[in-house]
């Protein structure tokens, strides 16, 4: 079984069986993943409907915190 952040990302959502086939299609990491949709979902072999629903909520919400950490940026200077 592959360990990787794909791996633990499933594990999360109760979804790990379907680790192996993410990593075989290419989805290796979770940039990738934020980009699945009905089709890769069919090519990975998901095809029970609540697990569809479940990784599409969570592709959401990764989605949505990377617009979220968009607005925020630091810098490397040292304080004043």
């Given amino acids: 079984m592959c360990t990787n952040v ?3 990302w499933l594990k999360t959502l109760q979804l790990p069986q379907y ?7 290419g989805y ?3 940039e990738v993943c934020k ?9 990975i072999g998901v095809a029970v ?5 479940r990784i599409h909520e969570a592709v959401r919400r990764l989605k949505e915190a ?3 950490a968009a607005g925020l940026y630091f810098t490397l200077e040292p304080p004043p």
């Fill in 35 to 43: 980009q699945i949709g009905d089709p890769d979902l069919d090519a």
């Fill in 66 to 68: 990377d617009e979220r």
């Fill in 19 to 25: 680790a192996e086939s993410f990593v075989d299609n």
């Fill in 49 to 53: 409907p609540h697990h569809r629903r």
């Fill in 6 to 8: 794909v791996y633990e």
């Fill in 28 to 30: 290796d990491d979770l």
